[in-house]
């Protein structure tokens, strides 16, 4: 098995342990995975931010003043340094199969969370510009890792479209999302990452105006 | 030079056309990918439609697997299908993916229009030098190389001056219009050589390409590039100068190696400049599949310094008593009464930095290192007069007038060429062009062997034929 990042063999050692019960061959090789930082400790209830104490921190609490449509946040692993270069190579020059780099601390992540199975995922959609730069959806490619059934409830709004209408429609309409599938019951949004929140709140927000009960996040990386 | 597969370029298509275009010394001899021509959408379909751009794909599907075109990759597990915005499942090369992702659908466009004509310059070069008879003789093997289009090994010693060995090859190709190609694995040696060749021909359209370079080919007839720009490149240049052809990562990454094939034209000359051939050159160079000329002694006509061996079986453990192997310490104490200026070649970066605790704070540099530059300049300034290393200083920097010493020299870092390259960077100058090579080891290795049996062997062959 070749690491599926830097593309080291991996050589199993035998021991006798694994003789009787052969593990799992593993994706990642042991010095790449311990790149990654998993996000644990305190933080913030509502956007998952590391905090000293687990309490609401102030991003959220201006939020909740504009909007309370996304009820929380909850992300998979730390941005660092590393996380940068993997994102970069998977996103943006579009290494599809990463995404195995960090599929089962997803589900492990997700399990935790969100223990109830009554749900659906919305991934966050991109613009069909990005879309056909990149060739796929890194949001969606992350709720496809995940046991729920997914639903692609969001359009972006066309940029030249909305620049067509009038001032005062504009205003109104700072939120770049519509929803082209209303969805009646609880939604977990998915995106990549959770930096400001204000992509996730704009979801939110549009799928509640449309009779959404509860709207979520999960992120695969806190920002 | 070993392939899974042979190398087989026939799936790039010769000119379909006699017509020409202002584009085609821009756009000819590269592997287009369509959302990185240099031209409008509309001049694209233009193109096409006349027949002087043409799509081919970009991975080809064979019996035997698929192989991608641009970086010769046939690895099946780097070759991946994934759900393709084309809608299809497609195929996608992870080899080479920072160069854009490459997939089934892709095709590339290649120019189909006539060959572009490259100037016909005469008397490119300007310097007025003098070279040396060995240099001569090189650099005539060269010419020759040019105008029957054949293949070369240039098997210089460490300081022969093979830049100015190339003038009068380099001054004969553009004489006959020619496109050429210098091209070394090492980033650093394309930003060196980029001023020295300009001033040598300043009537040529050079252009030195590398990760991050300010310069981008616009139809330069002359190309400097990092081996790493070549995955661009298909059917480009009627002379490729390979240099320091042993050195990482060009002799280990197969890439680069298809790479630099695919960039030659049919009929084009190959020149492998290097010190230190790896096996298989050398194997084609005793075989004669591959004419060779030495360059067997320094610019100066002084031999290359010897390195001596000497025994230090306390290494590993006097490291952790804080303490020198005995021999390196009288060495070093030597070195400073006679204040002569030192760098020490250690095998890892651990070891640079104990050996740099031992003596007080010792400046040492790695491949890790950000400050890198920054202390080899002060090297260079004699701000310090020792400098601890990793093998990353073996090749490149010169510093006029020092000695050198290897730690650990029997550690498998250093094989043959890497030992060679060390000694080499001593009595650099013609002032001052006898160093002190010390091999301090705990069980010499064939590799120690080898290596003082090479240059010792070049400095036979120069004292020979200069008779
Ligand atoms: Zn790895
Ligand atoms: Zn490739
Ligand atoms: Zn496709």
């Known amino acids: ?223 | 030079m070993i392939f899974s597969m042979s190398m087989s370029f026939d799936w790039i298509p010769s000119p379909l056309t006699s017509v020409s275009s202002p584009h085609s010394s821009k756009l000819a001899g590269r592997l287009w990918l369509e959302a990185n021509l240099p031209l409008s959408t509309e001049e694209t379909a233009d193109l096409i439609e006349k027949g002087l751009l043409t799509r081919v794909p970009a991975l080809e599907s064979n019996w035997w697997g698929r192989r991608c075109r641009r970086c010769g990759n046939t690895t099946e597990r780097l070759i991946v299908p994934w759900p393709c915005g084309c809608g299809q499942t497609c195929h996608y090369c992870r080899s080479c993916i920072e160069m854009g992702r490459i997939s089934s659908c892709t095709s590339f466009l290649l120019w189909t229009g006539a060959d572009p004509d490259w100037h016909q310059h005469v008397d490119a070069c300007a310097w007025t030098g003098q070279l040396t008879p060995f240099q001569q003789q090189g650099a005539d093997r060269i010419v020759d190389t040019v105008e029957n289009q054949g293949r070369l090994l240039v098997w210089a010693v460490c300081g022969a001056g093979k830049t100015e060995m190339l003038f009068p090859g380099l001054e004969r190709a553009l004489a006959l219009g020619r496109r050429i190609c210098l091209a070394t694995p090492r980033s650093d040696v394309v930003r060196e050589l980029k001023p020295r060749l300009q001033q040598a021909f300043p009537h040529v359209d050079i252009a030195a390409l590398y990760g991050g370079s300010d310069d981008v080919d616009d139809g330069a007839q002359f190309i400097i590039a990092t081996t790493h720009q070549l995955l661009k490149y298909a059917r480009a240049f009627d002379m490729m100068i390979i240099d320091e052809v042993d050195a990482f990562p060009y002799h280990s990454d197969p890439k680069l190696h298809f790479a630099a094939a695919r960039s030659l034209k049919r009929h084009a000359s190959l020149i492998y400049l290097t010190a230190t051939p790896r096996f298989s050159l050398k194997a084609s160079s005793y075989l004669k599949k591959l004419p060779t000329v030495f360059v067997p002694e320094r610019y100066h006509g002084h031999p290359l310094p010897v390195p001596r061996f000497l025994a230090a079986f306390d290494t590993k453990a006097s490291f952790p008593k804080n303490q020198l192997p005995k021999t390196f310490n009288d060495w070093l104490h030597q070195k400073k009464n006679e204040k002569r200026r030192v760098i020490v070649f250690v095998p890892t970066i651990k070891m640079a930095e104990t050996l740099a605790a031992i003596l007080d704070g010792a400046v040492y540099v790695h491949s890790e290192d950000a400050e890198r530059k920054e202390k080899v300049q002060q090297f260079r300034d004699k701000e310090i007069s020792l400098l601890i290393t990793t093998t990353i200083l073996e090749r490149g920097v010169t510093f006029p007038s020092i000695d050198v010493a290897v730690i650990d020299a029997g550690h498998l870092v250093f094989d043959e060429a890497a030992l060679v390259q060390i000694a080499g960077r001593a009595g650099r100058s013609a002032a001052d062009p006898y160093g002190d090579v010390v091999f301090f080891h705990s069980g010499k290795s064939s590799a120690m062997v080898r290596a003082r049996e090479a240059i010792q062997d070049m400095n036979r062959r120069a004292r020979k034929e200069k008779r």
């Open chain 1, 1 to 223: 098995m070749h690491c599926l990042w830097c593309d080291e063999e991996q050589v199993p050692e035998v021991v006798w342990t694994t003789v009787l019960a052969p593990r799992k061959e593993k994706v990642v090789c042991e010095a790449c995975a311990s790149q990654f930082s998993v996000l644990q400790g305190s933080q913030c209830p509502r956007c998952a931010r590391p905090m000293e104490k687990a309490e609401i921190c102030s991003d959220c609490i201006r939020w909740q003043e504009q909007s309370a449509a996304l009820k929380r946040n909850v992300s998979v692993y730390e941005y660092n340094n590393w996380m940068k270069d993997v994102i970069a190579k998977w996103k943006y020059r579009g290494d599809y199969v990463l995404v195995g780099l960090f599929k089962d601390q997803i589900v492990s992540s997700f399990t935790h969370a969100f223990p109830s199975k009554e749900a659906f995922l919305v991934p966050i959609p991109l613009s069909e510009e990005r879309l056909a730069e990149r060739g796929f959806n890194q949001a969606l490619a992350i709720a496809e890792c995940l046991d729920l059934p997914i639903e692609q409830a969001l359009s972006r709004i066309n940029s030249e479209k909305q620049s067509k209408k009038t001032r005062a429609d504009r205003m109104r309409s700072t939120n770049p999302f519509q929803v082209i599938l209303p969805i009646k019951q609880p939604v977990i949004l998915v995106d990549d990452i959770y930096t400001t929140g204000r992509t996730l709140q704009f979801a939110a927000e549009a799928l509640v105006r449309e009779g959404c009960p509860r709207v979520e996040a999960f992120t695969l990386v806190r920002g």
